[in-house]
C-alpha cells in the first residue's frame, strides 16, 4: 500500500506556477473584459466556488455599463440644453428688435421720419448757415458776424440783400448770382483764403476797415448800374468784402 501511495503522480511544479499566474492575470483582466465588451465572465472567486463574490463582480460590471450610459445621456441631455438655450437667445433678440421696431415712433405712419433736433436746428440758423448770438447779431460757420447797422437798412444782412438784384439808377452796382444762402456761403469762403493768406485774396486797403478782393474760378454776378448797362453788364468773378475784424460790413461782385 505505501508503495501505490508513493507511485500515485504529481503535478509538476512548473505547471502549477504557470496556472497559478494564469489566475492572477485573469482576475485582472475579468472585469475590464466584462465592463467594456459586455461579457459575462465568471470571477476568480466563483470559478473555486465562491458564488457571492462572484455575483458581486457581475453586479460590478453592470454599474460600469449602466454608468456608460447614464454619461451618454448626460452629455444628450446637455447637448439638448445648449441647443434650447441659442434658441432662446435668438428668440430673444428677433422679440427685442420686433418690440423696437414697434416703439420706434418713426416708424408709425404718419409721423416724420426726420429726427425732431434737425427742425429745432434749422429753427435757429438764419438762412440755414447763421447762427443766432442774441441782439439780432448773427455769425457764419467759418466765423463771419453780420450785426445791426445804422441806416435804412437796419442790419448788414439787409444791406447785402441789395446786391441781390440790380439798381439800374445807381452809377454802379455789383448783382449776385443766386439767393442769399449762397451769397453767404461765397462770403465764408472768401474770408477762409483771406486768413490763409492765399493768393487769390488781395487786400486793397487795410486799417480801421480791410478791403479784400476775393477771386473765384466760376462767376459770382455781374456788374450792373449804368456803368454796367454801358459794358453790356459783364460777368463778375470777384468779391469785394470790407471787414471790420471778423464783421462784415459790405460785400459785391466787382469785375
Known sequence: MASESRSKPQLPTKWL????????????????????????LPSVASLLGHGDEGNL????????DNSGVDDSQQGSSREGERAAQSQQEQSGVSR?????SVSDPASEPGESRAPPNLKSAGER????????????R??????LQYVPMSGPEKHRLEHIGKHLKDVPSRPAHGVFDGDMPQVLRWLDEA?????????????KESGRRDVYD???DKTVGYLGGQAGKRKNNPDAYKIRIVLEGNR????????
Open 96 to 100: 427685442t428688435d420686433t418690440a423696437a
Open 138 to 143: 448773427y455769425q457764419s460757420p467759418a466765423g
Open 125 to 136: 440758423l438764419r438762412y440755414g448757415l447763421l447762427r443766432s448770438l442774441g441782439a439780432e
Open 214 to 216: 476775393v477771386r473765384f
Open 57 to 64: 463582480d457581475s453586479l460590478d460590471s453592470q454599474r460600469a
Open 17 to 40: 506556477v504557470a496556472i497559478i499566474a494564469c489566475l492572477i492575470i485573469y482576475a485582472f483582466v475579468q472585469p475590464t473584459l466584462n465592463s467594456r465588451f459586455g461579457w459575462g
Open 248 to 255: 462784415v460790413i459790405t460785400a459785391f461782385p466787382v469785375d
Open 191 to 203: 474770408y477762409v483764403l483771406i486768413k490763409d493768406g492765399d493768393k487769390r485774396a488781395y487786400q
